[in-house]
């Protein structure tokens, strides 16, 4: 885990502290500002690995998202 430095804990603090001052609906609004944002990363990671070429043969991905869902229909039954 990365170490922060004194002023960046304290800038953390800070925002804790606002975030705390929230309604639970502007609390939900920030999480979901935050998950948007992390998905959006995740996204871009993805397009930057494409554009690099790193690319997995889509035989073998809907393979695995078959598998997935076979796997999860097995488990709803359960």
Do not use: C, F
């Not at 606002?18 to 500002?33: A, H, M």
């Not at 935050?34 to 043969?57: C, F």
């Amino acid at each position: 885990m990365a170490q922060h430095k004194p002023e960046e804990n304290q800038t953390i603090e800070q925002v804790l502290k606002l975030v705390d001052q929230l309604s639970p609906e502007g609390r939900d609004e920030v999480l979901e500002k935050l998950k948007l944002d992390d998905m959006r990363r995740e996204i871009q990671k993805g397009i930057d690995s494409a554009d690099r070429g790193e690319l997995i043969p889509a035989d073998v991905v809907l393979n695995r998202l078959r598998k997935r869902a076979e796997q999860r229909l097995k488990e709803q039954k359960s």
